[in-house]
């Protein structure tokens, strides 16, 4: 059966980089991207952190420098987003960036169950991620106190991704932020009424259907929108389809007292999930995707024998029947930014958001250990019959979250002061049930409907977690153009975690009784952060900082790096008392550059270049002194402080323009994120101590050419992504892939007086139709380790058009 938590891709925790990172501008082309360095991203929003100003139509930068950041940090706006191709995951967006890696199943991005990120060297799950200031949680699959940005907004609506590659704003809502901050931003409403229909079409009976409707400016100062989506489509390597049902309202009041901005977001959402491929040492027989045999239940039916076990020569790549991820979401919030004065700002911030989802999986009753485990439920009984005769059982793992919270921040300046204060307050209550239901012979679930009638309830957790964090920093003007940044933040975490339903001790194994429950309470009152900004000249700009963050234990129950997932309460009690969460030191220095050249037909250069070094300390590892028997049932899990790591590397990246229509963006990256330390697991020594973070390729290349003919614009996209190891002792690896796509756009002629501006797009994916390793899923031990195929080359394309 499927997993559903990336079992060590989160593991793969020990980052930390002395890098250079250029992180460069504009694509688009011509002298208005060549002013990119000279112009703000936005202001600064609620948090800190910072938005690309809404554009429309002309040329627009790919990639926005900050000129204001102590920091590495770059936007790309909603518009350049969509060019990659509509509807894309706001993240997966960030893939063309230097010291970003990302992959996923399909081409948006969509898939979150074996969704891998990395951005210089650190995972995914040991960044911070907020839309509109309101935090996402750490973006686990299996998740407890958040949602994917592309639930959180629909893509169509992102007005711009802010990416902060070494360390976010002391300000940013997050306890997961080591390695930095991705902040999603909506777009407003606009000041006039228009109506956009968007309708792409494509690969795998794809369709997306978007409709936006905008108020224009109403009463006194006020504006607003409503959009809807739907988004179906086949997954490619067996008849699953992918549905998205999306609906976001916005309503903005400005005045001169300030601006009051409602948001709502409703997102139903029913994936098709894939199973990883396993891989063994010495074996050459694994395939290249482990499709399942949904819908055709007579085949699932002939697969089995009359017991229910699969086929000896599959081995650990038996076909499972189905699983999917099915994700409810609701999200609102209500911001007010107060004029109090002209140089003082107070910006209030209130939140909630509910999901309801449930993962799942239908597999063999008797593959990984599962017989032992029903038998401790249904003694000396014929499992067969117990669970509907058809030799396949359903597992779910069911979530809800229900979290509200409060931001505030006071902006002041003062002289050559500019003075931020904060405040965010948290307050989550999240649980977790795994459940097992029959799979009846004559009437076989799907994986567009929720199982019902639990046979089994294994167990069930909730969690109620309280977060408060304060922030304080200064911006000093030592002169005109120079500014040195200094501050501090305090994270403190209230967690306590109860088991409603536990596990029969039989299933828990290793002797123990009980999962273990209790408070865990975590306090850092100073984490520091120092930068300085230097403006040599108009064209360059050197930047400087260092930064402490921390990353609050995990509070889920269900599975991963947890100390409620701990086997015991032995366990949970020693891991309470020794156990220190995760930390890391960022030292970053970088240099930006803008100007216009003569050049013969080079015009202009941009780009960044950031050299950074990342002390990263307790480590934290899910160990498991016994044999894991797979990722539905697991071993007995210890979870622990294994050391440290650290990270040096170099980023590189410009883009050139060659008159006002071509342009070309280059990144080489090169990232060396080395482990400290041996762990021990059992009586066993794991060698790791000078190995390479697996998971974490050393070496990228990330290319964009864009060209404008005859009205037509055209953008090559390369993506080079080298070796990357499969285990924590480096004995396995996978090799490294290039794939390219490739982006048209233009506009339709004219076709009567109420509609405006109509576009198409025609994207494809994989161009070169590549095959080979795409996503790795770290193995535990050495001698094993999963993989993702890369899809084969897919097209889609979009027509859309303004109603007014």
């Known amino acids: 059966m499927n997993k559903h938590s990336h079992p060590v891709v989160r593991r793969k925790s020990a980052r930390i980089a002395f890098a250079v990172s250029a992180l460069c501008a504009s694509l688009a082309g011509g002298h208005a991207a060549a002013q990119t360095v000279a112009q703000d991203v936005s202001a600064t929003t609620t948090g800190g952190t910072e938005a690309a100003p809404d554009k429309d139509g002309g040329q627009i930068t790919t990639v926005e420098i900050s000129t204001r950041k102590t920091r590495s940090t770059v936007s790309m706006s909603g518009n350049e987003i969509q060019k990659i191709l509509p509807g894309v995951n706001p993240l997966k967006a960030l893939e063309t960036l230097p010291g970003v890696s990302f ?92 109506v956009n229909v968007q309708q792409t079409v494509g690969s795998h009976n794809t369709s997306r259907t978007f409709i ?215 307050h989550n209550r999240s649980e977790a049930y795994r459940r097992w239901y029959a799979l009846d012979v004559n009437n076989p679930s799907s994986p567009y409907t929720r199982p019902s009638n639990p046979l089994i309830t294994q167990y069930g957790s909730g969690i109620d977690n309280k977060v408060a964090q304060f922030h304080l920093q200064d911006e000093w003007k030592l002169r005109p153009n120079l500014a040195l940044q200094a501050g501090f933040k305090s994270s403190l975490q209230f967690a306590d975690g109860q088991f409603p339903v536990q596990e029969a001790p039989a299933a828990i194994g290793n002797g123990s009784q009980a999962l273990p429950v209790g408070e865990i309470v975590t306090k850092s009152w100073f984490l520091p952060g120092v930068g300085v900004r230097w403006d040599l000249s108009k064209q360059d700009q050197i ?65 960044q270049i950031d050299l950074y070094h990342v002390d990263f300390s307790n480590r934290l590892l899910s160990i498991s002194p016994t044999p894991v028997i797979s990722s539905i049932i697991g071993g007995n899990a210890i979870l622990a402080n294994v050391g440290s790591v650290k990270t040096d590397g170099v980023d590189l990246a410009g883009t050139l323009h060659f008159g006002n229509n071509v342009s070309f963006y280059d990144a080489i990256s090169y990232n060396h994120s080395q482990y400290e330390d041996n762990y021990t697991s059992g009586t066993s020594v794991v060698q790791t101590a000078g190995k390479t973070v697996p998971g974490a390729p050393t070496w990228m290349n990330k290319f964009v050419a864009t060209a404008t003919v005859a009205g037509v614009e055209v953008q090559l996209i390369g993506d080079f992504v080298g070796k990357r190891y499969a285990t924590y002792t480096n004995d396995l690896h996978v090799s490294s892939y290039f794939l390219m796509g490739l982006n048209l756009s233009g506009k339709l002629p004219y076709m009567g007086s109420l509609l405006k501006n109509p576009r198409w797009n025609f994207n494809v994916a994989n161009l070169a139709n590549r095959q080979g390793v795409l996503e790795v899923v770290v193995g535990a031990a050495s001698g094993t380790y999963n993989t993702y195929p890369i899809p084969p080359r897919q097209a889609f394309l979009t027509l859309k058009a303004d109603f007014s």
Do not use: C
Request: no cysteine; hydrophobic share 30%.
């Open 543 to 607: 930047f400087a900082n260092i930064q402490k963050n921390m990353r609050q234990f995990v509070t889920y129950g269900a599975g991963g790096a947890s100390p409620w997932s701990l086997a015991s309460q032995q366990a949970f009690d020693l891991f309470k008392s020794t156990a220190k969460p995760e930390t890391s030191i960022t030292y970053e220095l970088g240099l930006r550059d803008t100007r216009q050249l003569d050049w013969g037909v080079v015009k202009a250069f941009d780009g």
């Open 103 to 194: 992959q996923t199943a399909d081409p948006w991005g969509n898939n979150e169950q074996n969704l891998s990120l990395f951005v210089h060297g650190f995972n995914g799950q040991q960044l911070g991620y907020t839309m509109d200031g309101v935090p996402l949680g750490d973006q686990q699959y299996g998740n407890y106190n958040g949602l994917s940005p592309q639930r959180a907004v629909t893509s169509e609506n992102v007005r711009s991704v802010v990416l902060s590659t070494g360390a976010g704003d002391l300000g940013t809502a997050s306890t997961s932020n080591l390695g930095g901050t991705i902040d999603t931003f909506s777009s407003d409403p606009l000041q006039k009424y228009n």
């Open 212 to 426: 936006r409707v905008d108020t224009g400016e109403f009463g006194d100062g006020n504006s607003a929108y409503f959009s809807a989506l739907h988004h179906e489509a086949r997954a490619w390597d067996f008849n699953g389809r992918q549905s998205n049902d999306q609906f976001n309202a916005k309503f903005v009041h400005d005045s001169s007292a300030g601006r009051l901005t409602l948001f709502a977001d409703y997102s139903d959402k029913t994936e098709p999930n894939e199973d990883s491929t396993v891989h063994v040492a010495g074996e050459t027989s694994a395939p290249y995707t482990r499709s399942f045999l949904y819908p055709n239940f007579a085949a699932a039916q002939a697969y089995l024998s009359p017991t229910g076990a699969t086929p000896a020569a599959d081995g650990n790549n038996y076909h499972n029947y189905y699983s999917d991820a099915q994700r409810t979401d609701f999200l609102t919030y209500a911001k007010y930014e107060a004029n109090i004065s002209p140089d003082l700002t107070w910006t209030n911030q209130i939140y909630f958001h509910h999901d309801d989802g449930v993962g799942v999986v239908a597999g063999p009753i008797g593959v990984a250990g599962l017989p032992a485990l029903f038998a401790v439920y249904y003694p000396n009984q014929n499992l067969k019959q117990v669970f509907g005769n058809s030799g396949y059982a359903t597992r779910t793992t069911e979530y809800t979250i229900n979290r509200d919270g409060y931001i505030s921040t006071l902006h002041w300046d003062l002289g050559n002061h500019q003075i931020e204060t904060g405040i965010w307050l948290e």
